[in-house]
Each structure stands twice: as C-alpha cells, then as structure tokens.
C-alpha cells in the first residue's frame, strides 16, 4: 500500500452538513440540479433510473395527492431532513399537512417510498437502514421490475423488525397516515 493511501485512509474527512450544501449551492459551487444526496456527511451521487422508474413514481405520487386531500402533504424527490449530515431525496415522502416543511424529519415523517429499478439492493439495505437509524415509521419499496410493494416497520436499533412483501393485488395502507393507501394492480398499465 502506498504512502497517499494509507495517509487517506488514516486522515479525518470532512463531513458536510446540509447547511453546508445548501450554501454551496448558493454560492454557485454545487448546481442545485446536481443528483446527490447528503449521506453520513458525504455527497452521494444518485442512482439513475429509467422511464419506467419515472412513470410509476408519478403515478403514486398523482394517486395520493387525489387520494389524501389537503390533509397531507406529498413530497417528489425531495431533500428529508434526517440529522444534519443525513438528508437523502427519497422519491416520494409524506407528511401530515399541518407540519411545516422544517420541522420533517424521520420521526414524524408520515410516509417514505423509494421506487426501485436498478437501486433495488440499495434501497431494501443500505437505505432502509439509514431510514430505521432515524426513527421513519413506514417506509416502503416499490419494486418495479417485480411489481411488488416492501414495508418497513417498527424500527428498532437501526433495524426495522416488521419487514413485510406485498404483490400487485394486495391494497397497502400508511401506518401514519391511514388516508394514504396504495394498490399497484390499479396503476395504469406501465409497460
């Protein structure tokens, strides 16, 4: 192993913090249209998904604005604040409409969902741990090669306890927020 190597590897990094982010994106140097997401203090470039990734994310994301009213409010790829250091774009989030924006975190986050194509593994693992860490109560992954619904429950030290796979056919229902259901067999077709 080299000298550079091992001196990186011994060396404090930098953590940013989301403050930190956004007054690079003010001061011009991060793009705000960069995909990254701030994990553990590190800016994470985002998966890139495809046409199908996109539709079935707009196609829940329509279901419950119609669905769920003014009662809550839906957030499309979004930065959730988890902690200073920890702020992902989940692909959609839900929260009960007479919160503020500000005051979101995993703790009273009604609702996360990533929509998977290619991130599948990342989203079931690494992200559902990084949600669990942070208290987020119902978090979803819908997998769409799969056509199939995962829920995350009851976190606990990191982990969630109550893991439960769902098909096309089964109707889901927020924990949180019980107006929010979701049903991927009456999504219009996507294929």
Excluded at 90 to 96: E, G, T, V
Excluded at 110 to 121: D, F, N, P, Y
């Amino acid at each position: 192993m080299n000298a550079l190597v091992r001196a990186l590897e011994t060396s404090q990094q930098h953590r940013f913090t989301l403050d930190d982010v956004l007054r690079m994106q003010e001061a011009g140097i991060l793009d705000e249209s960069a995909r990254v997401e701030l994990i553990d203090g590190a800016l994470v470039e985002m998966a890139s998904e495809g046409d199908l990734h996109s539709r079935v994310k707009m196609q829940i994301a329509r279901r419950f604005i119609l669905s769920a009213g003014e009662a809550v409010q839906v957030m499309v790829e979004s930065t959730l604040r988890l902690s200073p250091t920890n702020a992902p774009d989940p692909d959609l989030y839900l929260y009960d409409a007479d919160l503020p924006l500000r005051a979101v975190d995993g703790t009273n986050v009604g609702l996360v969902i990533e929509v998977a194509q290619s991130s599948i593994r990342s989203d079931l693992a690494f992200k559902a741990e990084l949600y669990a860490e942070h208290g987020v109560r119902d978090y979803w992954v819908v997998d769409v090669n799969t056509d199939t619904i995962t829920i995350h429950r009851d976190p606990v030290d990191g982990l969630y306890r109550d893991i439960a796979r769902h098909v096309a056919e089964d109707t889901v229902t927020s924990l949180v927020l019980p107006s929010v259901s979701l049903r991927l067999a009456d999504l219009p077709p996507i294929r």
